[in-house]
């Protein structure tokens, strides 16, 4: 039966293209012009203006602050939308290592492994897509409601554009309203289907690790072939060339898991620092925000936002840890089979093997930190620290 274990990623795909990021088979040039004017008009232009409206800010810390942390979150956005542009030819290896025949499950328990991850994927990525979807449509419509109902004002929903005058931004606060609505609609899409596709890469690699765990506990139980059930076949059968070619492909699987684990890290390396990087200080300016007045709901969305934030960075980070100790967990394997009785090569390549997975797989950003629960527990630590920094410096003022 054959597997493609790349369908879990259709949804992801169909934003791809639709957002402008992923070409696929389309090489026309009206998908890249069109490519072009989409990032520039949703991505580029709006941080750029974005980036200018700070400039014109007034000098007042909570205001500064309220946009700051919008801010980061673009950069954070910006860093994976740059990535699918200049990293296209290399996720599409991705793609295609996965759908290569070392990576097809040949038994009934891989296989039932692989579509537990598949289904687990997608699992994840409906309900990431509807929290996101309601946090965002709650975030753009309730200021509009409370605009007609109850004559509110209308503030823009991200950046007060400060380059403009109020009068002006009364008079095209519809316009604008509707720009940055749209706007941060596409960005929340493109953050949703790239950090899914991200982290479904990481179970999918855990999955095979799972595979090729169990392979090695059965790599030498060589039994002698029969041609019918309870009929033993006349011809000898070498149990031990049969468990070291049964090994030898344990230790290409292994390979090939990790030649795929190091281009994972070199494709999303840059953009897992940004995104870290961009978390740590959202949660550390929304600490610093929550000790300066605000009505009761700005409260609310500064604790909600914060711990989204937490979430975004603790996923990555639980699955890099299972990704370490199902790795971990492949040399206790090969000493589970019964090696003892096999030939001197078998145990040379069981050797070789062993140490080579001593080393334990791992996604790294940055080339700084480790994907772990650790690392989580030391970006933590480090928001908290800049918090108490900042409290510091404004009671000392």
Same mark, same amino acid.
Request: hydrophobic residues 45%.
């Given at each position: 039966?054959?597997?493609?274990?790349?369908?879990?990623?259709?949804?992801?795909?169909?934003?791809?293209?639709?957002?402008?990021?992923?070409?696929?088979?389309?090489?026309?040039?009206?998908?890249?012009?069109?490519?072009?004017?989409?990032?520039?008009?949703?991505?580029?232009?709006?941080?750029?203006?974005?980036?200018?409206?700070?400039?014109?800010?007034?000098?007042?810390?909570?205001?500064?602050?309220?946009?700051?942390?919008?801010?980061?979150?673009?950069?954070?956005?910006?860093?994976?939308?740059?990535?699918?542009?200049?990293?296209?030819?290399?996720?599409?290896?991705?793609?295609?290592?996965?759908?290569?025949?070392?990576?097809?499950?040949?038994? +009934? #328990?891989? !296989?039932?492994? /692989? &579509?537990?991850?598949?289904? =687990?994927?997608?699992?994840?990525?409906?309900?990431?897509?509807? *929290?996101?979807?309601?946090?965002?449509?709650?975030?753009?419509?309730?200021?509009?409601?409370?605009?007609?109902?109850?004559? +509110? #004002?209308? !503030?823009?929903? /991200? &950046?007060?554009?400060?380059? =403009?005058?109020?009068?002006?931004?009364?008079?095209?606060?519809? *316009?604008?309203?509707?720009?940055?609505?749209?706007?941060?609609?596409?960005?929340?899409?493109?953050?949703?289907?790239?950090?899914?596709?991200?982290?479904?890469?990481?179970?999918?690699?855990?999955?095979?690790?799972?595979?090729?765990?169990?392979?090695?506990?059965?790599?030498?139980?060589?039994?002698?072939?029969?041609?019918?059930?309870?009929?033993?076949?006349?011809?000898?059968?070498?149990?031990?060339?049969?468990?070291?070619?049964?090994?030898?492909?344990?230790?290409?699987?292994?390979?090939?898991?990790?030649?795929?684990?190091?281009?994972?890290?070199?494709?999303?390396?840059?953009?897992?620092?940004?995104?870290?990087?961009?978390?740590?200080?959202?949660?550390?300016?929304?600490?610093?925000?929550?000790?300066?007045?605000?009505?009761?709901?700005?409260?609310?969305?500064?604790?909600?936002?914060?711990?989204?934030?937490?979430?975004?960075?603790?996923?990555?980070?639980?699955?890099?840890?299972?990704?370490?100790?199902?790795?971990?967990?492949?040399?206790?394997?090969?000493?589970?089979?019964?090696?003892?009785?096999?030939?001197?090569?078998?145990?040379?390549?069981?050797?070789?093997?062993?140490?080579?997975?001593?080393?334990?797989?791992?996604?790294?950003?940055?080339?700084?930190?480790?994907?772990?629960?650790?690392?989580?527990?030391?970006?933590?630590?480090?928001?908290?620290?800049?918090?108490?920094?900042?409290?510091?410096?404004?009671?000392?003022?």
């Amino acid at each position: 039966m054959e597997l493609h274990q790349v369908d879990c990623f259709k949804m992801n795909m169909r934003f791809w293209k639709f957002l402008a990021i992923w070409p696929d088979n389309d090489s026309s040039r009206s998908y890249k012009y069109f490519s072009i004017l989409f990032i520039g008009i949703v991505v580029i232009l709006y941080n750029v203006l974005f980036s200018i409206s700070f400039y014109f800010l007034p000098r007042q810390l909570d205001l500064f602050i309220e946009e700051l942390i919008f801010y980061f979150t673009e950069l954070s956005m910006f860093s994976k939308v740059m990535t699918f542009v200049f990293m296209r030819k290399k996720i599409k290896e991705v793609l295609r290592i996965l759908e290569t025949d070392i990576f097809q499950p040949d038994d +009934a #328990e891989g !296989l039932a492994l /692989v &579509t537990k991850a598949k289904n =687990f994927i997608m699992m994840y990525y409906k309900i990431d897509f509807i *929290i996101s979807g309601t946090s965002n449509f709650a975030h753009v419509v309730a200021p509009v409601l409370g605009h007609v109902i109850f004559k +509110a #004002e209308l !503030l823009l929903p /991200v &950046t007060r554009y400060s380059f =403009f005058s109020d009068a002006l931004t009364q008079k095209f606060i519809y *316009i604008l309203y509707a720009y940055q609505a749209v706007g941060i609609h596409f960005h929340m899409l493109y953050n949703i289907n790239i950090d899914t596709f991200f982290v479904g890469l990481m179970i999918l690699i855990i999955a095979q690790l799972d595979v090729l765990d169990g392979k090695l506990r059965r790599v030498a139980d060589v039994e002698q072939d029969t041609e019918n059930e309870g009929e033993v076949s006349r011809e000898p059968v070498d149990k031990n060339r049969k468990a070291v070619t049964n090994l030898n492909g344990c230790i290409i699987h292994f390979d090939e898991i990790s030649r795929l684990c190091s281009l994972v890290e070199e494709i999303f390396s840059t953009t897992l620092f940004c995104q870290f990087s961009m978390a740590s200080c959202i949660i550390c300016v929304c600490l610093f925000r929550f000790t300066m007045p605000a009505p009761v709901r700005y409260y609310i969305f500064l604790a909600t936002y914060m711990s989204a934030m937490m979430l975004q960075i603790l996923i990555p980070c639980f699955f890099g840890t299972r990704l370490m100790d199902k790795s971990n967990l492949l040399v206790f394997s090969t000493y589970s089979c019964d090696w003892t009785p096999r030939s001197r090569q078998f145990k040379s390549n069981l050797r070789l093997f062993v140490e080579r997975a001593n080393k334990p797989l791992s996604l790294t950003g940055g080339k700084m930190f480790c994907l772990s629960l650790n690392s989580y527990t030391s970006i933590m630590n480090s928001a908290y620290s800049f918090f108490t920094l900042l409290q510091h410096m404004q009671t000392r003022e």
